[in-house]
């Protein structure tokens, strides 16, 4: 198990060309470990550049808290 929190914001490509969001929250156990949360943003998005912007604008998001697969 990693002590390492993913990146809040993961941009993930889709067979269909479609990118599609998912916002992850992170929480600590009592032993120091990330317990991480994963919600997809309904609906999908042309580019990434198109979901790094809804994350921006909708979740506060900042560079550096991407994560793309």
Known sequence: MS??????????KQDDGEFH??????RYNSWGYPLTDSKEVEGSFKTAAAARAHAKE??????????SK
């Open 3 to 12: 002590r390492e929190a993913p990146r809040p914001f993961l941009i993930a």
């Open 21 to 26: 969001l998912t916002v992850r929250t992170t």
């Open 58 to 67: 909708h979740y506060g998001a900042e560079p550096g808290q991407f994560a």
